[in-house]
Every structure is written in C-alpha cells, then in structure tokens.
C-alpha cells in the first residue's frame, strides 16, 4: 500500500507492479517521459522516497533480479551502510584497479547518474509506447532467434519513427526501412502470443498489421475488397489451383516436380507458394441438405441442433497424397455431429462466407470487416438470433470471430466444442497407438489447449504434447516464408518420434507440421471420429 500511495502521490496512475511475492520480492514499472527536466526531477522525487521507505521503514533491498545497474548506483552506500560501501569499493578496485569493467554501473560516486545518460524513447504510437523492453514477450516469438523477437520489433522501429522525424542519418534509416521489411515485418506471425507474456498487454502483432496497412496502396486494398467480396470465386479458384499441382506432381514424380516447384518459389522471390510433399489436393464441394441450405433453422426434430461454420480454408483443402483416401475435414465433422445425435445447420450462401482473418492478418483492414460482417450476419440468422452454438472447424477462424463478434453469438473451437458437447455423447475405445498433439497458437490464447491434449488422451494410449509455442506458418506465411515455419519447428522431429500420426486444430498449420515431422498431422476430429466408430 505504501507503494501505491508514492505511486498516486507522483502522478504515476499506469503504474503495474508484478512480482514474486512468496519471496518478497516486487517489481514495478510505469512510463516516464525523460525527454523534459521537471519529467527528471518528478522522478528524482519519487525515486528518493521509493529508497526511503524501502530502506528506512523496512530494513529492505532495493533490488532483487532487476533494476541493479546505474539506476540504483546512487543509492547502493545508503543501502548498505558506509563501512560495506568502501569494502564494495576496495575489492572493486583488487580485481579491476584501472576501472575498465562496467566502469559506473554499480558503484558511482556521482549521486545524479541515475537522471543521466538516459535512452531516448520517442513516442511513436500508443500501441507500443508503453513497451519497457523487459523481454518477457521473446520467449513465446516464433521470430526470436531466426530475424526479430517482439521487442526488437518496437526498438527499431521507434528508432526509425526518430530518424524519420530529426532527419539524422538518412542513410541508416533508408537501410533499416530495406531490412524492416522481412524482418520486421513479413517474419512476424501477428499471433499475438507476446500479448500473453507482456506485463503491459502489448501485442506486438497490431503494429504490424498497422504497418503493412499503411504500406498498402488504395489500388491494393481494393483489390483485396473485391476478394473479400467473392469468397466463392476464390475458394472455387483455390481448389482448382491445388488440384492443378496434386495432379502435375503425380505426373511426373514427387522428384522432378519438387525441384521445379523449389525453382520457381526462387526465382519468383518467393511469390509462388513453396511446394511440399504434404501440399493437399483441392476439396470437393460441400453436399448440404436442402433443409440446411438456407440458413433458417428447422424445427423437425427434437435433437439438439448447431450449427456449423467450415472455414474456407476447409472448404478449399482436402488431404495430402497420403491421406487422400480419407474424408475431408468438412465431412469428418459432420459425421461426428450426426453421430452424437445433432442436427446440422449450415449458414446461407456458406460458399462466400469467410471469417475476414486472411485480409485483415495482412493489414487490408476494410475487406476483413466487410467479410467479418457478412459472416455475423449469416450466423445470426442460422443460429436463431444466437440462440444456437455455432462451430468453427479452425481455430484460428473461430478467434478471429470471436474477436470481431465478442459475446454476441455462442462460438466454440473445435476441441472446445467436442470436449463440452461431443465426447459424452459419444461411445470412445482407447486407440492403440502413439500420437502427438500440437495446440495452435490461437488455441492458446482461447485457453482450449487442454480440452484438445484431453480428447487425445481420451483417444489413444500414448499421446506425446509438443512443447512449442507458435509453429510459423501463419496462415499463408510457412508457403510463401517456409523458412520461418522451419525455424518455428526445428525441434518438431525430435518431439515426435515413435508417433505414427500428429493432431492439431489448423489446416494450415497441420502441413507445416507434417512437413517438419515426416508424420502426418490432421484435425483432432479425425482422432476423435477413429475412437468412435462402431
């Protein structure tokens, strides 16, 4: 309390503090403008009476794991008493008598270092003015290690945003500017997983969806809108594309067509999607019931109805060459629905129907609303103004609309929908077999991760959960960047050894992983149909 009360008493209202209370030990951070004198001596005051009570009321230290540099070096004799002091000093002085290690940092007779030589912090823009470069967001980047993690992502470009505004060293901004662009910007995932991380909330992915807006030209965004706008042209179109390359690969071999295939993602710098041999053939159209088409619910039957939304990624993808023998993920679900006793509703017009995340992940913010708002609409309607569940068949499709939607609609994520509606209504024998589970990010940040490694272990005798945060290919990133998809699952193989098939809850994503493992990953649905079958 007496912390908070300095904190009222300077004028710090956004101030957090966090910790490891069990210890004792707390930390606490707030933005400071350093930029004015009255902004450093406001600080001076604070930081006086913040030492005052630690030291004077509660016998305390003043650091614990951070904060122990500079900052605090005014303050380390008061701390420790005089005698300790000049006993730092001497064996300071033993070990380096000529100064040259961390000349300063800790013992510094200058009782205003912690006001001086401070790092200039530009304001730029809201979304990450805040960031206090802690570094907590790194662990969860996919990006980190490979070009940037996310708080790199905001020092550069706050030190662009400075360039840009003095007009210093043209020549270094026009380099980062060049070298922004991949790393700072086509390697980000946009995921959001550093929002989890991050004591002060920041997403780092929202700045690079605001960038890649502004870095779009109106001819552009209008050309996504018109996408936006004929989902059904595009899905059809999309089937036709990977049917097109399913076919040309088994013409003339998985060889010949993977070198041509790698040969012309280079040589077109990366424009053509890169080819793999988990590349799935196009899915046939959806067969839909006349009594589902419209979009208006049935009132025939006294079984519980939901209805189903399948993601035009699902609507587009069948199964890779090796699977595909097997059941889409469309009719997969649907097979299941029936057999726990549902009826199935699908919204009207469902072939033109698109959550929006493809547009807007990409910064084309306009058509991914207008997809985003046509879709709501759609679901409205279909499930009886929200009366009825409604079933997304992708994670990240289903967060997205949640997102866009808020609390308007009942929507529930594939493993969330089984494990609350499905798995009780449905006879399960144990599989005989090793598997391995992935929990994509969006299911994380939904915290649904743990109905889909339940239903597994509900499935089958050995389940193998993948430690790892992001897999990198975000959406159309691991076909057109497959080098951050690598990175993101360079451990994958090791993790999956001895597991004959892999299950997560993303299209998308599962090629990736089938890619990086060498075993084939599919939707959670298919497990949880296998366990089922009678």
């Known amino acids: 309390m007496d912390l908070i009360e300095l904190f009222v008493k300077h004028g710090y209202e956004e101030a957090v503090i966090f910790g490891h209370a069990l210890e004792g030990n707390l930390h606490f951070v707030f933005n400071q403008d350093f ?12 930081m006086n009476e913040v030492v005052a009570m630690v030291v004077d009321k509660y016998d305390g230290s003043l650091k614990a794991e951070h904060g122990t540099g500079r900052n605090m ?14 006993m730092m000093k001497e064996i300071k002085s033993a070990f380096d008598p000529k100064g040259i290690l961390n000349p300063g940092v800790i013992l510094n007779d200058d009782k205003e270092i912690h006001l001086k030589n401070i790092k200039p912090i530009p ?40 360039l840009r505004t003095t007009g210093e060293e043209p020549h270094r901004a026009a380099e980062l500017n060049k070298l922004y662009q991949y790393s700072g910007l086509d390697t980000c995932a946009t995921d959001g997983l550093c929002y989890i991380k991050c004591p002060l909330d920041i997403d780092t992915g929202k700045l690079v969806k605001e960038l890649r807006y502004e870095g779009h030209s109106q001819k552009a965004q209008k050309r996504a809108l018109s996408l936006a706008r004929n989902m059904d042209k595009v899905t059809s179109g999309m089937r036709f594309g990977l049917n097109t390359v399913y076919y040309m690969r088994l013409l003339t071999g998985k060889r010949i067509f993977g070198t041509a295939a790698t040969t ?17 053939k196009g899915a046939s159209g959806i067969k839909i019931k006349e009594s589902q088409n419209n979009g208006v619910v049935q009132n025939k039957s006294n079984k519980p109805k939901v209805v189903y939304f399948p993601s035009c990624i699902t609507r587009s993808m069948g199964q890779s060459r090796e699977k595909s023998a097997e059941s889409k993920v469309t009719e997969i679900t649907l097979t299941l629905l029936e057999r726990a006793g549902y009826e199935v509703i699908y919204p009207a017009n469902i072939n033109s129907l698109c959550c929006g995340m493809a547009f807007s992940s990409k910064g084309f913010t306009q058509a991914g609303k207008e997809a985003s708002d046509k879709l709501e609409e759609a679901l409205r309607i279909a499930s009886n103004e929200g009366q009825i569940p409604i079933l997304c068949d992708m994670s990240p499709c289903l967060y997205t609309m949640q997102t866009n939607f808020g609390d308007r609609l009942k929507l529930y994520e594939p493993a969330e929908f089984a494990y609350l509606f499905l798995m009780d209504k449905l006879t399960i024998q144990k599989l005989e077999k090793k598997i391995s589970v992935f929990a994509v990010c969006s299911a994380k940040k939904l915290e649904v991760d743990n109905y889909l490694y339940d239903i597994a272990r509900r499935c089958a005798k050995d389940v193998t959960v993948i430690d790892s945060n992001c897999c990198g290919f975000a959406g159309d990133r691991g ?8 990175h993101g699952l360079r451990n994958l193989a090791k993790q999956t050894q001895g597991c004959s098939e892999g299950y997560a809850t993303s299209r998308t994503c599962e090629i990736g992983l089938s890619n990086h493992s060498g075993i084939n ?3 959670i649905f298919y497990l949880l149909e296998e366990a089922s079958r009678q």
């Open 264 to 280: 012309i993602h280079k040589v077109t710098g990366g424009f053509v999607p890169l080819w793999n041999q988990y590349f799935p």
């Open 35 to 46: 930029q004015h004198r009255a902004e450093l001596d406001k600080y001076s005051r604070f």
């Open 123 to 162: 304001s730029t823009r809201e979304s990450v003015d805040r960031c206090m470069e802690c570094g907590f967001c790194e662990g969860t980047c996919v990006s980190e290690g490979f070009t940037l993690s996310p708080r790199q992502r905001i020092v550069v470009f706050k030190e662009m945003e400075r």
């Open 521 to 523: 990953f599919s939707s």
């Open 73 to 86: 070096a005014p303050f380390v004799e008061k701390e420790w008493g005089e005698q300790a002091y000049a």
């Open 479 to 486: 076909f057109l960047l497959p080098e951050l998809n690598k």
